[in-house]
């Protein structure tokens, strides 16, 4: 089955500086990857997805991921994070199950942006 | 806008009395999912419904159920809430076919006193 591993639970960093916050996927033959953000008592919003094409992703509110195949990751980066960007951030695979498609998520990183 | 609505946003319920939790859509999405979402954890899949084909997950307790009248609405039943259903519960659409995107509601937290 496909999984996804979040190599760091917690992620502390300072306001403007840059981030990367670290997510590997179990190989497969075709991967969709994506990156949701949760904001306390919150859904989740989608931050970007990658399905094919270029491996260098972006999404809003300057973030950008790359896919890696021959490493298997898809790291989350953003070159000067803000107070705001303090969420929780999700690393989901799609995968086939019963009827459709569903996300498989890893377990989460806490981004706290310090001032 | 087009989205996914879910009432109410918070749901006090007594340990053992019926509770019900309902999402709607106006995307028109024929997937519909639920998740349940506990305290600095991942979201994880209850079940989900392909128009009106329901697909429960192997490890969901009986105690979860759910309803779909219409291709707008879905229910959470949880018929006998014990302590350790206190969590939030995510509603999510889904297009099928070629898209892989699922959109969230904004949850609901329930608390069990």
């Known amino acids: 089955a496909q999984s996804v591993t979040q190599l760091d639970s917690q992620v502390p960093v300072f306001e403007e500086a840059p981030v990367e916050l670290r997510c590997n996927y179990s190989?497969?033959?075709?991967?969709?990857l994506f990156w949701y953000v949760q904001y306390p008592n919150q859904g989740l919003q989608l931050l970007l997805k990658y399905l094919s094409g270029s491996t260098l992703v972006k999404g809003i509110n300057g973030f950008e991921a790359e896919f890696n195949k021959s490493q298997t990751s898809f790291h989350l980066r953003k070159p000067s994070v803000h107070i705001s960007d303090t969420a929780e951030y999700f690393c989901?695979?799609?995968?086939?199950?019963?009827?459709?498609?569903?996300?498989?998520f890893g377990s989460g990183t806490q981004l706290t942006v310090l001032p | 806008d087009a989205m996914v609505i879910q009432n109410p946003r918070y749901q006090v319920t007594q340990f053992g009395k019926p509770v019900t939790l309902s999402c709607s859509q106006t995307?028109?999405?024929?997937?519909m999912y639920w998740y349940q979402q506990k305290s600095s954890q991942a979201p994880k899949l209850l079940f989900h419904y392909y128009d009106k084909d329901f697909n429960n997950e192997a490890d969901t307790p009986d105690n979860f159920q759910s309803r779909r009248p219409n291709t707008s609405f879905c229910f959470l039943d949880i018929r006998s809430p014990g302590l350790g259903d206190a969590a939030m519960y995510l509603c999510?659409?889904?297009?099928?076919?070629?898209?892989?995107?699922?959109?969230f509601g904004p949850g609901t937290r329930l608390t069990v006193t």
């Open positions: 999510a659409t889904k297009e099928q076919g070629t898209s892989h995107e699922q959109y």
């Open positions: 989901a695979v799609s995968v086939i199950s019963g009827s459709a498609r569903q996300l498989t």
């Open positions: 995307l028109n999405h024929n997937v």
């Open positions: 190989s497969s033959v075709s991967v969709y």
